[in-house]
C-alpha cells in the first residue's frame, strides 16, 4: 500500500506518518516529488490498518499496490532512478554504452580493446573473469588472475569496469576490482547471491533469466533492494523461444514495459541477444529506439581468436560505426550519445 500525503504537507506530518506506519510493525519508504510526497509500505505479512493512516493529518488517501515488487515498482518511486558509476550516469538523457570482451583473457587484449572501447565512445568496460559456461570444459576465464588485468586495465586506460560474480563469498574480492557487479542471467534467480549484491556497495547489473518473466527480473531486483542496495540496473539480454536461429530472443517488449514498471535503468545485451554480430548492430538501433538507457555490447580485438563469444562479438572498427549510426536514433527518441 501508499500513502499519498496531500500537497503541501509539511514534514512534520509526513513524519509522523512514517512513525505509524514503523509501530505497525512494516516499513515506510519516502518518495518526495516535486508535488507531493508518497509513502510506500512494505509490509509484514499481516493486515495493515489502512483506516487509521487515512485519517492522519496531511494524508490524502490510500492507494493499494497490487503488483508483488515494491521499491522497485514506479507506483513506490515515480522519478527515475539515476546511478552513477565514477562520473557517469546510467539512466539519464545520455546514454551509456558498456563494451568489451566476453571474457579476459589477457593484458594485451584487454588494453586494446579498453582503448577501442573508449574512442568510440564507450564509457564502461565490460569483461568476464570467471564465467558461467554451459560445458565445464569450455575456458572458464581467469578468475582472480582476470581481475587482475580488469583493475591494470581500469586504471590505465580510465574506464570503469563491469565484471560479473557468481559465488556470494567472491562478492568483495570481485567488488575491488569491478565499478559494477553483474549478475548473469543464469544467476537471475540464485538468491544467495542476490542477498550479498544487495549488501554490497557498488551498483549491480542484473540480467535477465533466460527463462524469467519481466515480474521476476523485478523480484530479483526486489531482492537486491530490500537488502539495502538501490543501485540496480537492469538487462534485457534475450529470452529463450522456439526461435534457434538467433542465440535468444531479445524481448524488445520487455523495454517499454520495464520503463513503465520500474524507475531502474533498463539497457539492452544485443550480443547475447542475437549471438550473431551481424545483427548486433540493427538489434542496438531498435534497443535505443524503444527507450533502452543504454546498451552492453561484446567487442573483441580478434573475434575468430576469442575464446567465448567470438561469433557475437564486434571488430572495434565495427564498435565504432555503430557508435556512429546509434548517434541519429538517440538524437530522433530525445536522448544523446
Ligand atoms: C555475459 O554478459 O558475460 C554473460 C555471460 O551473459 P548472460 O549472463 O546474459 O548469458
Ligand atoms: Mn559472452
Same mark, same amino acid.
Given at each position: 500500500?501508499?500513502? @499519498? ?13 512514517? /512513525? ?6 512494516? !516499513? ?9 510526497? &508518497?509513502? =510506500? ?37 515515480? !522519478? ?6 565514477? =562520473? @557517469?550516469?546510467? =539512466? ?29 565512445? $564507450?564509457? &564502461? ?36 569496469? @563491469? ?18 557487479? !553483474? ?28 527463462? %524469467? ?14 537488502? $539495502? ?8 539480454? =534475450? &529470452? ?24 531502474? +535503468?533498463?539497457?539492452?545485451? +544485443?550480443?547475447?541477444?542475437? $549471438? ?15 527507450? /533502452? ?19 557475437? %562479438? ?5 564498435? /565504432? ?7 541519429? &536514433?538517440? /538524437?530522433?527518441? $530525445?536522448?544523446?550519445?
Amino acid at each position: 500500500m501508499m500513502i @499519498v500525503m496531500k500537497q503541501g504537507a509539511t514534514t512534520a506530518q509526513v513524519a509522523n506518518v512514517t /512513525a505509524r506506519i514503523e509501530q505497525m510493525g512494516c !516499513q515506510a519508504h519516502l518518495s518526495r516529488g516535486e508535488e507531493r510526497t &508518497i509513502i =510506500g509500505i512494505i509490509g509484514n505479512g499481516r493486515p495493515i490498518d489502512q483506516e487509521k493512516l487515512v485519517q492522519m493529518d496531511g494524508v490524502e488517501r490510500a492507494v493499494p499496490i497490487l503488483k508483488p515488487f515494491k521499491r522497485a515498482s514506479r507506483e513506490f518511486h515515480p !522519478q527515475d532512478t539515476l546511478v552513477s558509476v565514477n =562520473g @557517469v550516469v546510467i =539512466g539519464g538523457p545520455k546514454l551509456v554504452v558498456m563494451a568489451g570482451p566476453c571474457a579476459v583473457e589477457s593484458v594485451e587484449q584487454m588494453l586494446e580493446a579498453a582503448q577501442a572501447v573508449k574512442e568510440a565512445g $564507450g564509457t &564502461i568496460l565490460r569483461g568476464g573473469a570467471f564465467k558461467p559456461r554451459t560445458s565445464p570444459y569450455s575456458f572458464q576465464g581467469l578468475g582472480v588472475e582476470g581481475l587482475r588485468i580488469l583493475g591494470q586495465v581500469r586504471s590505465e586506460v580510465g574506464l570503469p569496469v @563491469v565484471t560479473e560474480v557468481m559465488d556470494p563469498e567472491l562478492v568483495p574480492l570481485v567488488s575491488t576490482y569491478a565499478d559494477i557487479l !553483474q549478475i548473469g542471467a543464469r544467476n537471475m534467480q540464485n538468491f544467495a547471491l542476490l542477498h550479498a549484491v544487495g549488501e554490497a556497495q557498488r551498483p549491480v547489473l542484473l540480467k535477465r533469466g533466460m527463462m %524469467s518473466t519481466i515480474e521476476e527480473l523485478l523480484m530479483a531486483a526486489e531482492y537486491i533492494l530490500s537488502h $539495502g542496495n538501490d543501485r540496480v540496473i537492469l538487462c534485457e539480454r =534475450g &529470452i529463450r523461444t522456439f526461435e534457434t536461429y538467433t542465440r535468444n530472443t531479445i524481448d524488445i517488449n520487455a523495454v517499454p514495459s520495464l520503463k513503465q514498471l520500474t524507475h531502474l +535503468p533498463v539497457i539492452v545485451d +544485443p550480443s547475447h541477444g542475437t $549471438g550473431k554480430w551481424e545483427l548486433v548492430e540493427p538489434v542496438s538501433r531498435a534497443a535505443i529506439a524503444a527507450g /533502452a538507457d543504454g546498451l552492453i555490447i561484446e567487442v573483441h580485438p580478434h573475434p575468430e581468436e576469442a575464446l567465448s563469444d567470438g561469433a557475437q %562479438s564486434l571488430r572495434p572498427e565495427r564498435f /565504432a560505426a555503430l557508435m556512429e549510426h546509434l548517434r541519429p &536514433i538517440a /538524437a530522433a527518441v $530525445g536522448r544523446e550519445l
